[in-house]
Protein backbone atom coordinates (compact mmCIF):
# COMPACT_ATOMS: atom_id res chain seq x y z
CA UNK A 1 0.00 0.00 0.00
CA UNK A 2 3.15 2.33 1.02
CA UNK A 3 4.48 1.73 -2.76
CA UNK A 4 1.12 2.94 -3.78
CA UNK A 5 0.40 5.87 -2.75
CA UNK A 6 3.98 7.25 -3.13
CA UNK A 7 3.31 6.03 -6.90
CA UNK A 8 0.34 7.56 -7.90
CA UNK A 9 -0.25 10.74 -5.14
CA UNK A 10 3.83 11.70 -4.70
CA UNK A 11 6.20 11.94 -2.13
CA UNK A 12 4.70 15.56 -1.17
CA UNK A 13 1.19 13.75 -0.41
CA UNK A 14 2.99 10.44 0.74
CA UNK A 15 1.87 10.86 4.66
CA UNK A 16 -1.40 12.16 4.56
CA UNK A 17 -2.61 9.46 1.69
CA UNK A 18 -0.62 7.13 3.68
CA UNK A 19 -1.84 8.04 7.01
CA UNK A 20 -5.84 8.23 5.67
CA UNK A 21 -5.41 4.94 4.39
CA UNK A 22 -3.74 3.04 7.17
CA UNK A 23 -6.62 4.81 9.26
CA UNK A 24 -9.37 3.53 7.23
CA UNK A 25 -8.28 -0.20 7.16
CA UNK A 26 -8.48 0.03 11.14
CA UNK A 27 -11.55 1.28 11.02
CA UNK A 28 -12.69 -1.56 8.56
CA UNK A 29 -10.90 -3.86 10.72
CA UNK A 30 -12.80 -2.57 13.94
CA UNK A 31 -15.89 -3.57 12.68
CA UNK A 32 -15.01 -6.74 11.57
CA UNK A 33 -16.92 -8.26 15.13
CA UNK A 34 -19.77 -6.54 13.76
CA UNK A 35 -19.68 -8.14 10.33
CA UNK A 36 -19.34 -11.47 11.71
CA UNK A 37 -22.08 -11.16 14.20
CA UNK A 38 -24.22 -10.14 11.04
CA UNK A 39 -23.15 -13.68 9.28
CA UNK A 40 -23.63 -15.58 11.99
CA UNK A 41 -27.17 -14.55 13.40
CA UNK A 42 -28.56 -11.93 10.23
CA UNK A 43 -27.86 -14.31 7.46
CA UNK A 44 -27.04 -17.51 9.44
CA UNK A 45 -23.82 -18.33 8.81
CA UNK A 46 -24.14 -17.53 4.71
CA UNK A 47 -21.62 -15.62 4.22
CA UNK A 48 -22.31 -14.44 0.41
CA UNK A 49 -24.14 -11.64 1.18
CA UNK A 50 -21.49 -10.19 3.45
CA UNK A 51 -19.10 -11.10 0.78
CA UNK A 52 -21.00 -9.54 -2.09
CA UNK A 53 -21.62 -6.09 -0.44
CA UNK A 54 -17.44 -6.38 0.50
CA UNK A 55 -16.87 -6.51 -2.98
CA UNK A 56 -19.42 -4.09 -4.05
CA UNK A 57 -17.98 -1.57 -1.54
CA UNK A 58 -14.64 -2.57 -2.66
CA UNK A 59 -15.28 -1.82 -6.53
CA UNK A 60 -17.05 1.35 -6.18
CA UNK A 61 -14.13 2.38 -4.11
CA UNK A 62 -11.92 1.30 -6.38
CA UNK A 63 -13.53 2.84 -9.50
CA UNK A 64 -13.75 6.54 -7.64
CA UNK A 65 -10.05 6.08 -6.75
CA UNK A 66 -8.84 5.27 -10.35
CA UNK A 67 -11.29 7.75 -11.79
CA UNK A 68 -10.34 10.61 -9.45
CA UNK A 69 -6.35 9.72 -10.39
CA UNK A 70 -7.02 9.78 -13.77
CA UNK A 71 -9.21 13.20 -13.84
CA UNK A 72 -6.03 14.59 -11.96
CA UNK A 73 -3.68 13.56 -14.41
CA UNK A 74 -5.29 14.88 -17.46
CA UNK A 75 -5.07 18.19 -15.21
CA UNK A 76 -1.66 18.07 -14.83
CA UNK A 77 -0.82 16.99 -18.36
CA UNK A 78 -2.98 20.62 -19.57
CA UNK A 79 -1.18 22.24 -17.16
CA UNK A 80 2.15 20.50 -18.49
CA UNK A 81 1.11 20.94 -22.55
CA UNK A 82 0.56 25.45 -21.11
CA UNK A 83 3.72 25.54 -19.63
CA UNK A 84 4.95 24.22 -22.40
CA UNK A 85 3.07 26.44 -25.19
CA UNK A 86 4.30 29.53 -22.78
CA UNK A 87 8.05 28.25 -22.81
CA UNK A 88 7.78 27.53 -26.65
CA UNK A 89 6.08 30.99 -27.25
CA UNK A 90 8.79 32.48 -24.76
CA UNK A 91 11.95 31.12 -26.82
CA UNK A 92 10.17 32.23 -30.02
CA UNK A 93 10.00 36.14 -29.13
CA UNK A 94 13.74 35.97 -27.35
CA UNK A 95 14.95 34.34 -30.89
CA UNK A 96 13.17 37.29 -32.40
CA UNK A 97 14.63 39.88 -30.39
CA UNK A 98 18.07 37.85 -30.88
CA UNK A 99 17.44 38.54 -34.63
CA UNK A 100 17.28 41.87 -34.52
CA UNK A 101 19.83 42.63 -32.18
CA UNK A 102 22.05 40.87 -34.65
CA UNK A 103 21.12 43.11 -37.78
CA UNK A 104 22.86 45.83 -36.16
Do not use: C
Amino acid sequence: MSDYAAKVFGFATFGRVYGSLIAMSGAINLSQPLIDAMDHDIFHDDPVPVNAVLATLGFLIGTALVVYVRVQGAKVMKEHEKQDDEWRRNSVIHEEDESMFSEY
